[in-house]
């Protein structure tokens, strides 16, 4: 069989057992597999006239990198306004808007994204402090979560937005004075969409070109997969245009949404959609809900947050989230679902418990757990999703933070119990939840270590107890994602006839001081062998 690749001189780091295999080069055939490994010599002799032969100088190739959890297509368009992720308090969020707000032509939307309610301290969160500078003007700032947002009082004019509103999301709010008059607040996405059906929408052609770009941006950054938190709209057309023409860069397992409301029909149709697939991307589970989020009082907590907020589920009945498991798990249909607080992570776990099968399912973002929920996820086969960097960047280790400040000091020292899951026996898998958080795969890797502020390592670390070793972080990217998808038998290991889905870096992340991991140089990512980043240094 033909060689479709060498890497030779290289160290082949095993992110099962951390240590490096005897060998020193691999072979891809033509069918994307890893054909064999040995030494320089005999896998150099396995090459053709159009093998492509690297030489590595002793860089370090691990399985590649794949994000847990990812939003792709809605990242891509939702980062294209303006980055208020960086403004630390009301002044800096106000300069920013004015800046842009030059730029506009006269009727032009704003859109940003990646504001912190942290930013309104003591205040409500509401559009009134930026009245002044966005007067006239339809704006649109998504907060950090992507689970609310701020509209302008032109947004909200054109959108016929003057009240309260009842949705079949319970959590989903047009938040209003005593008066009755919108705020500016939308909570969670039936509210957010009555303002963005009649914003400006990008051609096809954009958002297809913003996808690519994005996707290209994570081959860089070491990544050769995901699974896919969302598959709205058109994004499979896109995702399947993409292939086609050999411009997916990554490997995307994509899980649709299943919202409060769906019926047999639905179902039927989820369970049918996992026919769907193409070269690189393949329909596999679906995505649900069972809350929202801390930080803007729609998650489901057992106990209510200080201000009598984040006491319901999304589901208004959720004893029909629990048939939608039953009807999934039967059909052999995984699931994902969203569940933040402690109630919403305990009904999650009875819906999967009541209707047991041999379905891997999942539970996303885990953000606070009691003591007696831990033991579960190992007990019944549930996925533990985390999202370390979400810690890092929005909570503080002092909890003045607002997600803390909401929860109380009991609940905020239960904060991404990374350690505690990988303990209890639970495979923790890692992602970003792109665009929440950044999506270099290193930088995830690292936060899982430090469990401090990106931007500022100098700061305590937010629950240091809960951190996970250099080796448990690097297989919560590789063997683990790999067990989430069903495909231990294809992916996560160095070995004849897995894919090769392979990252390669100038250092070993193992060893790499965790505040230095995110600067380890990316030098080749390569998905079925084929090159989908290469630094200079390689080529």
Known sequence: MRTRLVLSSARLLDPGTGTFLPETALAVSETGRIAALGDDGEIRALAAGDTEVIDLKGAVVTTGLVDGHLHPVTGAELTHGLDLSHCTDLHGVRDALASQTRRLGRGDWLFAWGLDPNVFGDEPVSSAPFDTVLDGVPAFLLLFDAHSALASRRALELAGVDGPRVFDQASAEVVCDERGRPTGLLQEDAACELVERVAPRPTHAERRDRLSKALYAMAAAGLTGAHVMDANGDSLALLSELDETGGLPLRLRVAPWCQPGTGADGIRELIDLQRERGRLWRVDGVKLFMDGTIDNGTAWLERPDCHGESTHAFWPDPAAYTHVIGELARAGVPTATHAI?????????????????????????????????????????????????????????????????????????RAWRCRDLWDSGATVVLGSDWPIAPFPPLTVMAGARHRRPTRDLTRPPHGPEQALTPLEALRGMTVNAAFAANEEHEAGRLAPGHRADLTVLADNPLTTPAADLPGVRVLLTTVDGKVTHRAEETA
């Not at 399912?361 to 953000?367: D, G």
């Not at 190992?378 to 960047?393: F, R």
């Not at 400040?405 to 609940?411: F, N, Q, T």
């Open 341 to 413: 607080g402690d109630a919403a992570v305990r009904h999650a776990l009875d819906a999967i418990e009541k209707h047991r099968s041999t379905v891997r399912h999942r539970i996303e973002h885990i953000e606070t757990v009691p003591d007696d929920t831990l033991h579960r996820f190992a007990e019944l086969g549930v996925i533990a999703s985390m999202q370390p960097t979400h810690c890092c960047d929005f909570t503080r280790a002092d909890h003045t933070d607002n997600w803390s400040r909401r929860l109380g000091e009991e609940r905020a020292s």
